[in-house]
């Protein structure tokens, strides 16, 4: 279940300047929660706060950046705030085969999707578990369902980010605290665009009906965490889909998988 929203408590959220981050960010003022907005833009994450319905501070940060990521405990508690919900939302990808990939491009999407959720857990759970109070959502993707050919470092983050979350919510139960996992589908948000995926590519791979708001993803991440689920894949399709990816033999499915992404096209 979801904290109350209290005096001093609050909601961090990464990569809060768009997509779902900011639609979550959305859904937890609604809420009543003080949201604490992370990510590199900050005009985007004032803009941000400013159409908010309840309070809320901005923090600008580079997660990709073990310094920034160190820094958010102190910068929270200058605030006079304690965090009681947990987004771990930014994330990045690349996009291709990996032998010509660029090896620092690479390793980014490692330390924004997998080193920071890692870090961030580590530094906001004890405080919870403290408390006896507290909750954690890992937005990860239906990639960490299985390996991913054109995108071979983002699924396998993800599929890390899905685990690791399995483990702390069996680890955090005793104290009472809920951990959730999202695994959203496609959404239009801009982030296969920035990944180097066309529109037009991506709507060719994935059917229209796969395809999730980011309002719609949030809302079902926000409500999955405050019934406490283990596991949130917004979209009936999506889900049907996850089940498809689990019952199909491994050597069916990457050969499909490879034919069809739009990064190993020739």
């Given amino acids: 279940m979801l904290p109350p929203p209290g005096p001093n408590r609050a909601a961090l959220i990464t990569g809060a300047s768009s997509g779902i981050g900011a639609e979550i960010a959305r859904q937890l003022s609604a809420r009543g929660h003080h949201t604490v907005l992370v990510a590199r833009r900050a005009e985007q994450l004032t803009a941000l706060a400013e159409e908010l319905d309840g309070p809320s501070s901005v923090l600008p940060a580079d ?141 060719a791979v994935l059917p229209k009906p796969l395809w999730v708001s980011a309002h719609d993803v949030a809302k079902a991440g926000i409500d999955g965490l405050a019934a406490g689920r283990a596991v949130v894949v917004p979209g009936r399709l999506n889900r049907a889909a996850t089940a498809v990816y689990h019952l199909t033999p491994r050597r069916l499915l990457l050969g499909l998988l490879a034919r069809t992404h739009p990064g190993l096209k020739k």
Avoid at 92 to 116: I, Q, R
Avoid at 143 to 151: D, M
């Fill in 63 to 203: 997660l990709s950046q073990r310094a920034d990521r160190a820094a958010l405990p102190e910068r929270v508690a200058a605030l006079g705030l304690e965090i009681d919900i947990l987004v771990n939302n930014a994330g990045l990808s690349t996009m291709g085969p990996v032998a010509a990939a660029e090896p620092g491009a690479e390793l980014t999407v490692v330390e924004v999707d997998v080193a920071a959720v890692v870090d961030l857990c580590t530094r906001f759970v004890g405080d919870m578990v403290g408390r006896r109070r507290g909750a954690v959502l890992n937005v990860a993707s239906v990639a960490a369902f299985g390996p991913l050919p054109g995108q071979a470092v983002y699924g396998a983050a993800k599929a890390f980010v899905l685990s690791y979350t399995h483990a702390l919510g069996q680890e955090l139960k005793p104290s009472g605290i809920t951990v959730t996992a999202l695994c959203p589908g496609p959404v239009h948000t801009g982030f296969g665009e920035a990944a180097g995926f066309s529109i037009e590519d991506a709507e």
